[in-house]
Structures are given as C-alpha cells and as structure tokens.
C-alpha cells in the first residue's frame, strides 16, 4: 500500500493539526498557532521566558509547573493578579516575565509537546526569522521539513482548518528560500494563499475570519492585533528539552 499522504517525496512538507504532523513530520516540524499558541511562545522568548508546552486540561500540566518550578498559564477569563498568565500575547507583554512558564493549549502546544525531531514555533510575527533559521540549517535541501497549521476544534471535537494558521504556515513557507520543486503539493498551496496576499488583506482576513472575530467579541482584540505584527520578531523559539528558548 502506498502511503503518498505522507508526503514523503517532499522535503517540504505542510498538513494539519495533531495527526498531520505525526503523519509528515520529518527532520524538523514548525508548528503554526497564530491565534494563539505560538504567537504568545514569541512574545514570551522574547522577554527571556522558558516556555514548556503542554496537553490542554491535561493534569499533567500542573504537574510539570511543580516539576519545573514553573509558573502555569490559565484561560484567559481566568487570569488574575495572582496569576497574569495566559494564551493572550497581549496580556503576556504587561504581565511580569517568568522565568518558566507550562503553556497549555488545545491545539499548537498540544502539537508541539508530542512532535518528534526539532520542534520551531512559527507565526506571522516571526515568519521571515523561521524561514533563514530553517535555510541556514538545510531545511528543504539536506533535511525534511514539515509545516503544520495547527487547526481549531469544532463542538465535536474534530480539526476545524483555521484561516489565519494557513497563513501563518504560507508566510513561513515564503520565507524559505527554495525552488518550487521541493515543497509538495499541500506545501505550495499554503505559500500561495499568504504569497497572494498583501500585508493589509491578510490583517484584514484574519481580523474578519471565525478565529479573530471570535477574540474580538470576547474582548481579546488587542490578541489579534499583536499576532498581525508581521515580521516583527526576529526570535526563532526551538523545543530542547522540553521547552521553548531562544534558538541560535
């Protein structure tokens, strides 16, 4: 039996949430959460912060704060004087830096935490820094990459493909320097949507689209704009040993 979906052929790869990327993983995965995982593990690196991924509602993620001595994000209705921290990047910038931080999420930590080989976290803020990290290192010539957008659930539970992590994952392909050869089909796809996009559309797709308008009725607007700051970043975090820093 063949197994194409694997996208094997490709050293670029892309595919979507927790079982794509067991799926295509291959010598690296960048996982895609713009809304908002992965642009709060920026915005966190950033200010210095460890950052370990965990399972969303998972006890274990409790115990990996007490593990780690490590504070433990909570929902955003949730956060407190005591406990600033949560998946909201803008909340994260006013609140005092941890020096380690479990972050959980349902979708792009929970991801992150169960995906083999080199771990990156991409987003729209960090795109351009990810795609040179990626090329520098042989990503797309020696090594496989795989892409995931990291999705949202429905009420059932099952993957919703979100608009704004597709064009996290197509920015980040942009970013890589590299002939049209290497990325596969699904791969080409994703860099067209953001490739076809002006900067002003994309703010305005992911604004307007189900992800952000959800934010933005829940009062967390200020979330999306920090995720639309485009290439503002020049971080690149990198899982080693269980957690987020700084990769050089």
Known sequence: MTRDWRQDRYLVRCEWGPVGAASVAGDAVVVV??????TAVTVLVERGTAVYPAAWDDVRAAELARSYDAALAVARQEMSDDNPWSLS???????????RLV???PNGSAIAAAAPGIVVAGCLRNATAVGRWLTER?????RSVAVVPAGERWPDGSLRPALEDLLG???????LDLPGEVLSPEAAAARASYAGLAEQAVGDAVRSC???RELVDRGFADDVEVALEVD???VVPVLVDGCFGAGG
């Open 232 to 234: 503002a970043s020049d």
């Open 138 to 142: 042989g990503f797309g010539r020696d």
């Open 33 to 38: 959460d713009v809304l908002s995982f992965t």
């Open 89 to 99: 990047p803008a909340a994260l910038r006013r609140a005092p830096a941890p020096e």
């Open 210 to 212: 189900g992800s952000g």
């Open 169 to 175: 994952a197509g920015a980040v392909l942009a970013a």
């Open 103 to 105: 972050l959980p999420s």
